[in-house]
């Protein structure tokens, strides 16, 4: 089995990277969209941890049909970056598990996540890690056409990931940069 990860900055194109490896035979898999999951699966937990400081903050991240607003659940934590670290301690185990039962399933994995080097169990699965780089004009116009968020949450998510290539870089791990 072959295990590559796919990563860099929100809006580098870490997406259109993955789909044209899968047009080579790679399988992908999207911890951001495990981490959705995983939200939902653990939704109790979530709300309970975090309804108090939401409620602080004029958030509501429960929607009418009980489901986790996962966009306020997001202003908060980038508000409170020490918040973040309990949310992940509650998706990251479910994600792990997700992505190593998609491993099994298939010879060539992508697993195609911006902070994998926050799983370790996962990045030490991988031959190496494809670090995707884009211009900063071109990742803004990106980000507001793909998600529709306010310009001041984008540098906010934009500013939080300034160090991610470093962060990868301590891990030891093998990396490649191409450029979208």
């Known amino acids: ?22 047009k080579e035979g790679w ?8 981490v959705h999951k995983a939200i939902e699966d653990n939704k109790n937990l979530i709300l309970q941890t975090f309804g108090k400081d939401a409620s602080s903050m ?6 009418d049909d009980g489901s986790v607003d996962r966009r306020e659940l997001g202003k908060l934590l980038f508000a409170k ?16 598990q997700m992505v190593k039962d998609f491993i099994q399933t298939h010879e060539k994995t992508i697993i195609n996540a911006t902070v994998l080097f926050k799983t370790p169990e996962l990045l030490n699965m991988c031959e190496y890690v494809l670090f995707v780089k884009a211009g900063l004009i071109k ?8 998600d529709h968020l306010p310009y001041k ?3 906010k998510r934009f500013y939080a990931q300034r160090n991610l290539l ?8 093998s990396i490649r940069i191409v450029r979208n």
């Open 27 to 34: 399988s992908s898999v999207d911890a951001d969209l495990l």
């Open 81 to 96: 970056p020490d918040l973040l670290s309990k949310q992940e301690s509650i998706v990251y185990p479910a994600i792990t």
């Open 153 to 155: 949450q984008i540098f």
């Open 139 to 146: 990742r803004i116009i990106r980000a507001r056409k793909r």
């Open 1 to 22: 089995m072959q295990v590559i990860a796919v990563t860099g900055k929100m809006a580098s194109g870490k997406n259109y990277i993955c789909s044209q490896m899968e």
């Open 58 to 63: 004029n958030l509501k991240i429960q929607n």
């Open 166 to 173: 470093k962060d990868y870089k301590k891990t030891g791990t």
